[in-house]
């Protein structure tokens, strides 16, 4: 489909920026934009009976508006228009999509910057990543529009948007919960600012004024109130932390954190490193996520970090690219074990029942040949960690309709079936784990 009008539904910050970018990148384009606070005068503004008849019309609205702007675009569109929803939530939109546009042509997708970082980097997109959590269009369009994208220096993403909501919650949201904290404890730059004190208000500058989208995102994003309590209790831990007085230095006991639950891949790694070290006396925090070990590491929680960064199979650990770039330690080691991925189900349920199969996103792309063989009509959703999920079906928080990939112990562990095992793509299938000390 060739695309010749784009409509813009809304025209606040983000509208307008989407309106400076189609000009900047497809000057040949119509570019059609209803605003209801705007008239109408046929060269920028028009009605939305006009603004929906364009090829294509980018739902620029605030998250709480976007049914009410759906419902009434939608019996205006023409019967080619390719809906485009921009919001940054993604778990609400898309399944508004679906239930209220079914059958239409539409793209949801999060642009994970705005206007202040489009200034902040002086107009420069080099980067700038745009997920996509769902689409309806056809292989070739959705290809020729994300190729269209890359060619203009865009990253795009694919994920689920269960998977796109919860890793904002942990990152956009968390940010925008800091920043206006430290925006309304009064918080300044001074003139003998720290470098990652410049990092920080760098953060809070680009959300403190972004209060209606906060509220808005806690409110449509379901795993933003777990972030909460999350941050709640590691507040309680870090008050805890500066009552303890320091303890004198001691080689009695190493404190190792890793990016797993009990029985993950991560703890295999760190007790190997442990035995190839001689370290004898040791003990383990099972912080699930990469981010939660460099963080405790910084705060002396800790004394070495073990997680994976790649994987033979499944290529770099996304999470751990993203937290590694906010921290700054000391490489202990680099070293890598074989990956056995196994099938768990809850006990006495069978093959038959399964309708969903669950696991850190390295784990289904290690199995990704296998799952598409052997379950083609089954849900296969993201989760923080391979053990995390073992543990969570275990426990009642997955459905027992749910199978998880993880490691033959963490099914010993979590007294859960063992229904296939050995299941990773490749016969050789390594992951190369890093070994991290605070910064000397």
């Known amino acids: 489909m060739e695309v010749k009008t784009v409509g813009i539904v809304g025209y ?15 000057p040949t384009l119509e570019v059609r934009v209803y605003s209801h606070g705007k008239d109408a005068d046929g060269k920028t503004f028009f009605s939305l009976s006009e603004v929906a008849q364009s090829d294509a019309v980018i739902l620029a609205v605030p998250i709480r508006a976007f049914q009410a702007a759906l419902t009434k675009v939608l019996p205006l569109l023409g019967k080619e228009t390719v809906l485009v929803d921009v919001a940054t939530v993604k778990v609400h939109t898309t399944e508004l999509l679906k239930r209220l546009a079914k059958g ?7 642009p994970m910057w705005g206007p202040e970082s489009y200034e902040k980097r002086g107009g420069d997109i080099a980067g700038f990543r745009i997920v996509v959590a769902d689409h309806t269009l056809t292989g ?13 220096g865009f990253t795009v993403i694919e994920m689920t948007p269960e998977a796109h909501d919860k890793r904002l ?32 208000m760098d953060a809070v500058e680009s959300v403190q004024h972004d209060g209606l989208l906060f509220r808005d995102v806690f409110r449509f994003n379901p795993y933003c109130a777990d972030v909460l309590k999350r941050f709640k209790e590691a507040k309680s831990a870090v008050r805890r932390l500066l009552k303890t007085k320091a ?25 190997g490193y442990a035995a190839g070290a001689g370290v004898k006396k040791f003990s383990l925090d099972y912080l699930v996520s990469v981010e939660n070990v460099l963080a ?42 074989d990956i056995r991925q196994n099938l768990l189900a809850r006990k006495g349920v069978s093959r038959d029942e399964i309708k969903t199969i669950v696991s850190h996103d390295q784990a289904l792309k290690q199995c990704k040949g296998y799952l598409k063989k052997n379950w083609p009509n089954v849900k296969v959703e993201e989760y923080e960690d391979t053990a995390k999920a073992a543990e969570d079906l275990a426990s009642g928080k997955l459905p027992p309709t749910t199978a998880v990939i993880a490691s033959r112990i963490a099914a010993e562990i979590y007294d859960l079936e063992l229904l296939e095992e050995s299941i990773q793509d490749l016969t050789s299938n390594f992951t190369t ?6 910064r000397s």
Do not use: M, W
Request: aromatic share 10%.
């Open 12 to 26: 606040g910050a983000f509208g307008a920026l989407v309106h400076t970018l189609l000009k900047r990148f497809a």
């Open 104 to 110: 239409r042509r539409y793209i949801a997708t999060h």
């Open 140 to 152: 070739s369009e959705y290809a020729a529009a994300s190729a269209f994208l890359k060619q203009l």
């Open 169 to 200: 919650a942990e990152t956009l949201f968390l940010t925008q919960f800091i920043g206006q904290i430290v925006s309304r404890g009064g918080f300044r730059r001074t003139d003998i600012d720290t470098v990652s004190f410049g990092f920080l």
């Open 247 to 271: 303890p004198v230095a001691s080689t009695a006991l190493l404190r190792i954190g890793i990016s797993g639950a009990k029985g993950s891949f991560s703890e295999e790694a760190a007790r």
């Open 296 to 337: 405790a590491l910084d705060t002396g929680a800790i004394d070495l970090g073990v997680f994976p960064i790649a994987n033979s199979t499944g290529g770099v650990v996304t999470e751990a690219e993203t937290a590694v770039s906010r921290h700054h330690f000391d490489v202990k080691k680099l070293f890598g074990i």
């Open 433 to 438: 784990f890093i070994a991290v000390a605070p």
